[in-house]
């Protein structure tokens, strides 16, 4: 009995310990996509959280990679650049978020289709705007700063936030469900890249693919009988919006099929989605040092 006691008690320490400890966050945005902080002021709030590893991990984009990556070496946190890529399912609706860890950011390759994307991403959210100019809502002033925003990814948050703040809508949320949204009156199909190609691509730059936040997708089990025989490295299994049920299904699943565990707060900033959960949510050093390693010798190949 007492044995019992002192093992439950070891594993509810331990449980404790990974819950608390989180050395690496793998899932971070920047404004150079959608996100609120400057890539050197992301790093900062890492930093004052105690974070020792961190990702960035831009929608298509690597724009804020340079940045990042300086200001991690001065505020001495290790650092490796991503990407989010959203890519597409044939005949559903919901874009599979993949997740490229450890990639060079200079491969060519990847350049040329992340410029490709961020075209029609522009494009997009201009229509989105003319559709909205259509339902009465002055969207001048953001399509004046759109114009400005040459280098930026223009992407939907930007314009539910700028919804909000005219107050068009009463919360972020509402902008999605009222205009957004697939099947509301501003809603402007995405070009979509497939997971094959994103994975692809992700390779060639010598990192690894991981499926983004699972526990998010609503038909995970037709999501996943899709893709579960791609090449992906890992999975995402510590994410802020899991609950402790989904963490232990996709560390199951991972386990299963061999595949490595990412994990990270896909965190935007203090406003819009995902907030406050910086340091919070993550991979142990332990875990992060598997990923690490596996990166290595991903770029052997
Ligand atoms: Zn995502
Ligand atoms: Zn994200």
Redesign the pocket.
């Known amino acids: 009995m007492h044995k019992i006691r002192e093992i439950i008690s070891e594993d509810s320490m331990r449980k404790k310990m990974e819950k608390t400890e989180i050395f690496a966050d793998l899932h971070l945005h920047s404004t150079a996509s959608d996100g609120i902080l400057s890539p050197t002021d992301l790093v900062g709030a890492c930093k004052k959280c105690g974070l020792k590893a961190i990702c960035l991990t831009d929608h298509d984009t690597i724009k804020g990679v340079e940045e990042a990556s300086a200001a991690a070496k001065n505020s001495e946190i290790e650092f490796a650049a991503g990407i989010?890529l959203s890519c597409g399912i044939p005949n559903q609706d919901y874009s599979l978020?993949v997740l490229g860890l450890f990639i060079d950011p200079t491969n060519s390759q990847l350049i040329e289709l992340l410029r490709k994307h961020e075209n029609a991403r522009r494009e997009r959210a201009f229509k989105i705007l003319s559709l909205l100019k259509g339902l009465n809502v002055n969207v001048e002033p953001l399509r004046l700063e759109f114009e400005k925003l040459t280098d930026q990814l223009l992407a939907r948050p930007h314009i539910a936030r700028f919804l909000l703040s005219v107050g068009a809508v009463s919360d972020f949320q509402e902008a999605f469900e009222k205009f957004l949204k697939k099947g509301a009156p501003a809603y402007v199909p995405k070009l979509a890249l497939s997971p094959e190609k994103g994975i692809e691509a992700i390779h060639n730059a010598g990192g690894l693919a991981f499926i983004?936040?699972p526990g998010l997708d609503l038909n995970w089990e037709a999501t996943f009988s899709k893709v579960e025989n791609l090449p992906w490295d890992g999975i995402e299994v510590f994410y802020g919006d899991h609950d402790p049920s989904q963490t232990e299904k996709f560390r199951k699943l991972a386990e299963r099929k061999g595949w490595l565990m990412s994990g990270g707060s896909?965190y935007h900033g203090e406003c819009g989605k995902h907030v406050a959960r910086l340091g919070q949510t993550g991979l142990s050093r332990e875990k992060f040092n598997l990923l690490a390693e596996a990166s290595k010798t991903c770029r052997k190949k």
Do not use: K
Request: aromatic share 0%.
């Open positions: 989010e978020h983004a936040h896909d």
